[in-house]
T-cell receptor, first 114, second 117 residues
Framework: QKEVEQNSGPLSVPEGAIASLNCTYS??????FFWYRQYSGKSPELIMS????GDKEDGRFTAQLNKASQYVSLLIRDSQPSDSATYLC??????????????FGTGTLLAVQP | GAVVSQHPSWVICKSGTSVKIECRSL??????MFWYRQFPKQSLMLMAT?????????EQGVEKDKFLINHASLTLSTLTVTSAHPEDSSFYIC?????????????FGPGTRLTVL
């Protein structure tokens, strides 16, 4: 059973629109969540970290966490073609105790149309 | 800050040879590093957790004798693929853990693309 789930997409949005990426997780013990961006052929790049319920904003990016619903999201405002990539959601594993291992979703492919 | 490097960025080798990949944290000390493998159009697969000064912890199904990990210092971990075969061809990526906040964020190296002929 997958512990972090994402819609594989592709999610297609027009340039300038808001892209909304969603992720659910099954491990209630997970405390920290991360969004990574991965361009084709490249390694993942950390975009946002969040561990408190609510919103966290950084530039055009807003991460949202709802622990009661076990739901994490990433909003990208004013989407640009350069945002086209696969976005990976990850939760910090909790195996009877906090660990540093990340559990990754399979990623959502975002395509921003010019 | 939080820069992680890998060397080499790509390597082509003959079947049966061994390949060593280095992962370095350039501007911070990392007591914990991770090694991942990623096949085309698939997600990251964690292979092992590398802890400085101790044995690596391998994920289920990963052969520890084939994928040798050495974390000799706080800034360097190495992965050696022994007796590589074509099925080992993949994108190998390391990450290093930055223990500065509750997040303990992981930062990834640029990856090493291995092709075994």
């Amino acid at each position: 059973q997958k512990e972090v789930e994402q819609n594989s997409g592709p999610l297609s949005v027009p340039e300038g629109a808001i892209a909304s990426l969603n992720c659910t997780y099954s491990d209630r013990g997970s405390q920290s969540f991360f969004w990574y961006r991965q361009y084709s052929g490249k390694s993942p790049e950390l975009i946002m970290s969040i561990y408190s319920n609510g919103d966290k904003e950084d530039g055009r990016f807003t991460a949202q966490l709802n622990k009661a619903s076990q739901y994490v999201s990433l909003l990208i405002r004013d989407s640009q073609p350069s945002d086209s990539a696969t976005y990976l959601c990850a939760g910090r594993g909790y195996y009877g105790g906090a660990t540093n291992k990340l559990i990754f979703g399979t990623g959502t492919l975002l395509a921003v149309q010019p | 800050g939080a820069v992680v490097s890998q060397h080499p960025s790509w390597v082509i080798c003959k079947s049966g040879t061994s390949v060593k990949i280095e992962c370095r944290s350039l501007d911070f000390q990392a007591t914990t590093m991770f090694w991942y493998r990623q096949f085309p159009k698939q997600s990251l697969m964690l292979m092992a957790t590398s802890n400085e000064g101790s044995k690596a912890t391998y994920e289920q199904g990963v052969e520890k004798d084939k994928f040798l990990i050495n974390h000799a210092s706080l800034t360097l971990s190495t992965l050696t693929v022994t007796s590589a075969h074509p099925e080992d061809s993949s994108f190998y990526i390391c990450s290093a853990c930055l223990f500065l906040s509750s997040y303990n964020e992981q930062f990834f190296g640029p990856g090493t693309r291995l092709t075994v002929l």
